[in-house]
C-alpha cells in the first residue's frame, strides 16, 4: 500500500510537476515569445526599457505618474500596505498625497481627482490609470515641456485602451507607453 | 456596463457547466463508457507503472487510500521544500524554507487551501514552484474530485463508491490536465509569461533600474484556477499584472475556477436519474452566490466614506487595494467567486475591503457550501441536503429520506460532527489568538478590523480557501502551526465522515417513493435547504461577525 503511493506520487509528480510545466514553456517560447517572456518593451539598442504590464516609479512632473506604490514599483516582490478602510493611516497617507498633487498640479479642483491616482493598487505594480487620471495631469506637463495641452489630450485619447471586447474591465491608460509616446511628441 | 459584464460570465458559466456536468457523469462512470477508448491507454500505464489494483473498495478502504497518498504526498513536499536551496532549477538562488513555514506551506497546499505565510518571489525557487505547488495543485482537487464521486455514487448507486486510485488518476487525465493545457496557452496569449529566465533587470526612461520578477507563471496559474487552489506565483496573487494581465485573463480564471464547482451539481442530477434535483442544488447555491455577490458590489461601488471625508471622490468607487483594469465590477465578481468556490485567489487585497464588502468572502467561507471547492463544496452542500430532509421530516412527522434512502441515527450524527467541527475550528483559535500577544502581534490594521484579520484567517484556513486579509503578520509559530492544524482538520474529517455516510447510505435498501416521502426535486425543498444553511451555518458566526466587520462599518459609515 505504501509502496504503491510511493510509486503514484513520483508518477503524478513527474507528469504534473515537470512535465506539464516544461512543455508548457516549451510551446510557449515558441508560439508567443514575447508575451511568455514578460512584455518586455525592447529599445532600438536591445536595452530594455521595462515591462508593458508593470508599473513604474515616475515622479518628474515632466512625466505622467502612476498609482501610489508602497513598494515603489520594484517588481522584485509585490504588494502593499493591505489598510483596512477603517485605518488612520490610510486617511492620513491620502491626506498628504492630497496636498502634494495640488500644490504640483495648480489650477486641478479636489473633487476632480479621481481615486485611482491616490490609492494604492493591490499589486503594487499596476501599469495603468483611468483616463480621467491622465487628463487631471496634463496642464501640469504641458507647463513643465511647454506643449499645446490639446495635444496631451490627444494623446491620451490615443493611448487609452478600451474595454475588453467592449464590455468587460474598464477603460485604461498604460503610463509607461503613455510616457514613451510622450517622449517622441515634438 | 456593470451589470452586462457580471451577468454575461454567470450566463456563460451557466452554459459551459452544463455540459460539463454531464461530461464529469460519464467520465468517472463505474460502467466503461467510450471515453475509456480515449484515456484508457494512458490510465492503463499509469495504473501498470504503480502497482495499483482495480478492484472497487468499501468505504473505510477508500478513506485510508485517501490518507495514505496524502500523507505521501505531504512528506515529499515538505522534503523538497527543506532541499530547495541546493537542489537544481533555483537561478535566483533561493534558500531552503524553514521547518514551521515548511509544514505550514505543505500542508496548505496538501489540503487544497493555499495559504501563502511566505511571497513566491522571494521564497520559492522554480523548481519548488513546479514540483511542490504546481504538482499539489493537481492532486488536491484530484482527490476532492474523486472523493465527491465516491460520495455521490454513495448517495445515488447500488454497485460500490469505487476505486479511489482510479478516480484520482481519471481526474487528472480527463479533466485537470487536459483544461489545464488549454488555459494555459490562453492564459500566455494575454500576457501571462511562462519562462525559466530569471529576474529581468530593466532600465527605465528616468534612468532607475527596474528588478522585473517572472518564471513559468501561466502553468501555475491555469491550474490554481480550475483546481480551487489559490495559491499565487507572486505573493499579490491574480492582483499581480503577470498572473491577471487584462480583464480577458480575469474572465478566464472566474470562469476557470467556478467550472467544476457549478458543474457537479449537475452531475449529481445525472448520476441521480433527476435532473431537476441536480437543479434544485444548483439554485440553491446559485440564490446564496447572488445575495453574496450584490452585497460586495454595492458596497464596494459606493466607496469608502472615510476617503470621501478626507476630500478624496469616491465616484469611482472603492479603489484602495483594487487594479484599475478590473474596476469595481469585475472586481467583486471575482472576490465573490474566489471565496463561493473556496479557492482563494484574490484580484484585489481583500483586507482593504470595504467593511460589508468584507463580510462577503468571511460569510461564504463561513457557509463553506455556496458552491464550494473542486468536489468538497458540493459534498457539503448534499450533507446540509441530508440535514434539511432530516429537519423536514422530524417537523411533518415523517421518516425522513433520500433519494429513497432512509437517513437515521448514523448518518446524522456523522454530519453533526462535520457541520460542529466547521465552526469549532474557526471560533476556538480566534478567540485564542486574539486573547494572547503570540496570536495579536501579527495584527497590523487597529481597531475592529484587527478582529476581522484573525476571524478572517482561521475562516481561510478552515474552509481551505486560502486567501487573506494579507496585513497579517502571519509567518510566526503561532500562526504557521495554528492554522496548519486548522487547514488539516477542515479537510479531513469531514471527508472521512462523509465517506462513511457514503459507505453506509450504499448499503441500504431502497425504500419505495410513497405518498407520503418528502419531495427533494421541487421549489419548496429548495427553500428549506436555503433556510437549513442560513439557520444552522450562519447563525453560529453572527456574534463575531458583529464585532468584527459590522462593528467597523458603524465606525465609519
Avoid at chain 1, 504534473?16 to 510557449?28: E, F, K, V
Avoid at chain 2, 484573525?454 to 503561532?478: I, K, M, Q, V, W
Amino acid at each position: 500500500m505504501w509502496l504503491t503511493n510511493l510509486r503514484l506520487s513520483f508518477v503524478l509528480l513527474l507528469i504534473c510537476g515537470l512535465a506539464y510545466p516544461l512543455a508548457m514553456t516549451g510551446i510557449s517560447q515558441v508560439v508567443m515569445p514575447a508575451q511568455a517572456s514578460g512584455s518586455l518593451i525592447v529599445d532600438e539598442n536591445g536595452k530594455v526599457l521595462g515591462s508593458e504590464l508593470i508599473g513604474q516609479n515616475f515622479t518628474d512632473p515632466k512625466y505622467f505618474s502612476g498609482r501610489v506604490s508602497s513598494i515603489e514599483n520594484n517588481a522584485a516582490g509585490s504588494g502593499s500596505n493591505n489598510y483596512a478602510p477603517s485605518n488612520p493611516a490610510l486617511i492620513e497617507r491620502t491626506q498628504k498625497d492630497l496636498a502634494a498633487f495640488l500644490e504640483a498640479n495648480p489650477g486641478v479642483k479636489q473633487e476632480d481627482i479621481p481615486a485611482d491616482l491616490l490609492t494604492n493598487s493591490g499589486s503594487g505594480l499596476d501599469p495603468h490609470i483611468s483616463p480621467q487620471a491622465a487628463l487631471v495631469q496634463v496642464d501640469r506637463i504641458a507647463k513643465a515641456r511647454i506643449l499645446d495641452p490639446a495635444k496631451l489630450r490627444a494623446l491620451i485619447d490615443e493611448q487609452t485602451e478600451g474595454r475588453s471586447l467592449g464590455v468587460f474591465g474598464e477603460p485604461r491608460v498604460d503610463v509607461l507607453k503613455l510616457n514613451l509616446a510622450l517622449d517622441q511628441l515634438k | 456596463m456593470d451589470f452586462l459584464q457580471i451577468a454575461l460570465v454567470l450566463v456563460v458559466l451557466l452554459v459551459l457547466a452544463i455540459p460539463m456536468g454531464r461530461y464529469l457523469s460519464r467520465a468517472f462512470a463505474l460502467e466503461e463508457t467510450r471515453l475509456d477508448r480515449f484515456f484508457g491507454g494512458a490510465e492503463r500505464l499509469i495504473y501498470k507503472l504503480c502497482g495499483i489494483r482495480l478492484a472497487d473498495m468499501s468505504w473505510k478502504q477508500y478513506a485510508v487510500a485517501v490518507l495514505v497518498s496524502n500523507i505521501t504526498m505531504v512528506a515529499i513536499a515538505y522534503l523538497i521544500l527543506r532541499l530547495q536551496g541546493v537542489l537544481p532549477a533555483n537561478p535566483s538562488g533561493i534558500a531552503a524554507m524553514e521547518p514551521l513555514l515548511s509544514f505550514n506551506t505543505a500542508v496548505s497546499f496538501l489540503t487544497n487551501t493555499n495559504l501563502q505565510h511566505y511571497s513566491g518571489e522571494s521564497g520559492l525557487s522554480y523548481l519548488s514552484q513546479m514540483i511542490v505547488i504546481i504538482y499539489l495543485m493537481f492532486t488536491t482537487p484530484a482527490t476532492g474530485i474523486a472523493v465527491v464521486m465516491a460520495f455521490m455514487r454513495g448517495l445515488t448507486g447500488k454497485r460500490s463508491i469505487g476505486n479511489y486510485y482510479v478516480d484520482l488518476i481519471r481526474a487528472h487525465t480527463r479533466v485537470l490536465i487536459p483544461l489545464s493545457i488549454i488555459v494555459t496557452l490562453l492564459l500566455v496569449a494575454q500576457g501571462v509569461p511562462q519562462t525559466m529566465e530569471p529576474t529581468a533587470t530593466a532600465t527605465t526612461i528616468t534612468g532607475a533600474e527596474q528588478q522585473i520578477a517572472r518564471g513559468p507563471v501561466a502553468s501555475l496559474v491555469s491550474i490554481k484556477h480550475l483546481g480551487t487552489n489559490g495559491g499565487g506565483f507572486f505573493g499579490v496573487n491574480s492582483s499581480h499584472p503577470f498572473e491577471n494581465p487584462t480583464p480577458l485573463s480575469n474572465l478566464l480564471e472566474i470562469l476557470s475556477m467556478f467550472l467544476i464547482p457549478a458543474s457537479l451539481p449537475f452531475t449529481f442530477g445525472f448520476m441521480a436519474k433527476s435532473r431537476k434535483q441536480g437543479w434544485i442544488i444548483f439554485g440553491a447555491m446559485g440564490v446564496m452566490f447572488l445575495a453574496f455577490l450584490l452585497l460586495a458590489y454595492f458596497n464596494e461601488v459606493n466607496g469608502n466614506p472615510a476617503l470621501e471625508r478626507a476630500g478624496l471622490s469616491q465616484t469611482m468607487g472603492s479603489m484602495e487595494g483594487k487594479e484599475v483594469r478590473f474596476g469595481i465590477a469585475q472586481t467583486a465578481l471575482f472576490t465573490a467567486v474566489t471565496t463561493a468556490a473556496t479557492t482563494g485567489t484574490v484580484n484585489i487585497m481583500h483586507d482593504t475591503l470595504t467593511p460589508l464588502g468584507g463580510l462577503v468572502p468571511l460569510g461564504e467561507m463561513m457557509l463553506n457550501c455556496v458552491f464550494g471547492g473542486d468536489g468538497v463544496g458540493t459534498i457539503n452542500i448534499l450533507m446540509y441536503a441530508i440535514l434539511a430532509v432530516f429537519i423536514a421530516g422530524l417537523m411533518v412527522g415523517r421518516t425522513p429520506e433520500f433519494l429513497g434512502r432512509k437517513i437515521e441515527g448514523r448518518e446524522m450524527k456523522l454530519i453533526a460532527i462535520a457541520i460542529l467541527v466547521h465552526p469549532l475550528i474557526i471560533l476556538a483559535p480566534t478567540a485564542i489568538a486574539l486573547a494572547t500577544d503570540m496570536g495579536s502581534a501579527g495584527i497590523s490594521n487597529p481597531g475592529f478590523h484587527g478582529i476581522s484579520q484573525a476571524l478572517y484567517e482561521f475562516t481561510s484556513s478552515a474552509a481551505n480557501n486560502g486567501s487573506g486579509f494579507e496585513g497579517l503578520g502571519d509567518n510566526t509559530p503561532f500562526w504557521n502551526i495554528s492554522t496548519g492544524l486548522v487547514m488539516l482538520f477542515g479537510r479531513y474529517i469531514s471527508i472521512i465522515a462523509m465517506l462513511a455516510v457514503a459507505g453506509s447510505l450504499i448499503a441500504k435498501t431502497p425504500v419505495p417513493e410513497t405518498m407520503g416521502t418528502l419531495q427533494t426535486d421541487n421549489n419548496v425543498f429548495l427553500v428549506i435547504l436555503i433556510a437549513t444553511v442560513v439557520i444552522v451555518g450562519a447563525l453560529t458566526f453572527l456574534p463575531v461577525l458583529a464585532l468584527g466587520p459590522i462593528a467597523e462599518w458603524l465606525t465609519i459609515r
